[in-house]
C-alpha cells in the first residue's frame, strides 16, 4: 500500500467520524439513540471479526465475552461503588482473562467443533448467572439502577461514536500490519501457515485476546449507556444472530465491512419494527441476508467495492 493510497484511507476516515460527528445537529433524539446501537452493535460486530472473520474461526459464544464485560463493570458500580473510571478497565481486564481461560483449550480445535464448544460457553454463562451468587448478579432478573456513563442522548451518542470510532481505526490499521496478513493466511490454509514457521496457536491467541478486549470495552460501556443487565436479553439467540449476520453482512475480515453492517441491519430492524414489532422481523433480515450472501459472499464491503471500482476504471 502506497503513502498516498494511506492518506487516502485516512481521509475517508475522516468524512465519515466527521460527519457522523454532525448528525446531532441534523436529526432527532430517536434516530440518536437508534444510532447509538448501531454504534455497539458496530464494536460487538468487529470485535467477532478480528477472530472469526479473519482466521475462519467460527465463534457462537461472543456474548459471553460482552456478558463478562457488562457483568463485571455493573456489579463492582452497583454493588461495591467502584467508580466507573475503576470499574470499565477492571472488566475489560476481565474479560480478555476470562475468555483465555475458557477459551485457550478450544482454540486447538476447528470447525464445527469449535462453534459447539464457544456455544456451550455462552450457555453456561447464562445459566451461572442467575443461579450464582444472584445476590451479585440479580438472578434472572438482573440488575436495574446502573449507574450511567452521562445523561441526555446527544452526549452518549459522542462516547458511543468516538469509542466505535477509536476502535474501528485501531482495529483496521492493525490489520493492515503484516499481522493482518497472517491471520487471514490462517483463515485460508492453517497448514501452510504453520508449514512457514509461523506458531498459529498465538496467532489465534492474540486474535482472541484483541476480540475479548474490544468485546469486554463495548459491553462495560453498553452497561452504563442502559443502566441495566439482564441475563435474557444479554444472552438471548437473537442477540447472537445479529452480531453474527451484522459481520457477514457487511463483509467478514474487513473491519469496516461489520461497522457497515451493523449499521444496516439496526435501521432496517428499526423500520420494521412498527409493520412487525415481535421477532418475526428476524425472519426478514435473516432472509435479506441470506439472499445477498448467496449473490456476493464477501458481504455489502465487496459490493460497494466493486461498484466502485466500475465508476473508476477498475481502480480501487
Known sequence: ????????????????????ALLPQLVGKGTLR????????????????????????????????????????AILSYRFDVPLGYSIPIAVVVTMAAGILFFLPALRIKGTYFALVTLAFMELMYQLVQVIRPDLTGGTRGISGVETLIRGAENNYYISLGLMGV??????????????????????NEEAVEGSGL????????????????????????????????????????????????????????????????????????????FLPGA????????????LYMYQPKGLYEVIRQGRARLTGGRT
Open 1 to 20: 500500500m502506497t503513502p498516498a493510497i494511506k492518506w487516502q484511507h485516512m481521509l475517508y476516515w475522516a468524512l465519515f467520524l466527521g460527519g457522523m
Open 34 to 73: 437508534t444510532i447509538i446501537f448501531a454504534n455497539y452493535l458496530a464494536i460487538f460486530a468487529m470485535s467477532w471479526d478480528v477472530l472469526s472473520g479473519r482466521t475462519g474461526y467460527i465463534s457462537f459464544g461472543h456474548p459471553f465475552l460482552i456478558g463478562i464485560g457488562a457483568y463485571t463493570s
Open 167 to 188: 476502535i474501528a481505526m485501531s482495529l483496521w490499521a492493525m490489520m493492515k500490519t503484516r499481522l493482518g496478513t497472517a491471520l487471514s493466511a490462517i483463515g485460508m
Open 199 to 274: 506458531n498459529t496457536t498465538k496467532l489465534k491467541l492474540f486474535a482472541f485476546t484483541v476480540g475479548a478486549g474490544v468485546a469486554g470495552i463495548g459491553g462495560a460501556f453498553y452497561v452504563h449507556y442502559l443502566g441495566s443487565i439482564a441475563p435474557r436479553a444479554l444472552f438471548d439467540i437473537n442477540f447472537l444472530f445479529t452480531i453474527i449476520v451484522a459481520a457477514l453482512l457487511g463483509g467478514a475480515s474487513t473491519i469496516i465491512g461489520p461497522l457497515g453492517g451493523a449499521f444496516f441491519l439496526t435501521f432496517l430492524l428499526e423500520y420494521l419494527r412498527p
Open 280 to 291: 418475526e422481523r428476524y425472519f426478514i433480515y435473516g432472509g435479506i441476508a441470506l439472499v
